[in-house]
Nanobody, 114 residues
Framework: QVQLVESGGGLVQAGGSLRLSCKAS????????MAWYRQAPGKQRELVAG???????KYADSVKGRFTISRDRAGNAVYLQMDSLKPEDTAVYYC????????WGQGTQVTVSS
C-alpha cells in the first residue's frame, strides 16, 4: 500500500514563504508524475503545480513566478517552495503521485494572513 504524507504547512504573513514536502512510503517504485493541488473553502480542488518524469513542470497562472515544484531523483518525494504568499493562497494543499493509479496525501493547511 502506498501512502503520501505532506508536511510544512502553517500560518504565515502575506509576503512570506513556506516549503511543503510530500514523501511516499510503502510499495513505491517511483511516480511518473507528482503534483500539488489545493482546495480553498467553498471552492473546487485545483492544480497548483505538476512535475513529470522528464523534468517538465506546469504551474497554475496564479502561482507562476512565486512557487517552485521539485522532486527527488527516485520520484518518491515532491516539494513546493512557496514565496511571496498572498491571502488568496490560503487553502488545504494536497500532493498527488501518479503511477498507473493516482495516490493522494491527507492534506496540509496553509493560511496566509493579510
Amino acid at each position: 500500500q502506498v501512502q503520501l504524507v505532506e508536511s510544512g504547512g502553517g500560518l504565515v504573513q502575506a509576503g512570506g514563504s513556506l516549503r511543503l514536502s510530500c514523501k511516499a512510503s510503502g510499495r513505491v517504485l517511483g511516480f511518473s508524475a507528482m503534483a500539488w493541488y489545493r482546495q480553498a473553502p467553498g471552492k473546487q480542488r485545483e492544480l497548483v503545480a505538476g512535475i513529470y518524469s522528464g523534468g517538465d513542470t506546469k504551474y497554475a497562472d496564479s502561482v507562476k513566478g512565486r512557487f517552485t515544484i521539485s522532486r527527488d531523483r527516485a520520484g518518491n518525494a515532491v516539494y513546493l517552495q512557496m514565496d511571496s504568499l498572498k491571502p488568496e493562497d490560503t487553502a488545504v494543499y494536497y500532493c498527488m503521485g501518479s503511477s498507473g493509479a493516482n495516490y493522494w496525501g491527507q492534506g496540509t493547511q496553509v493560511t496566509v494572513s493579510s
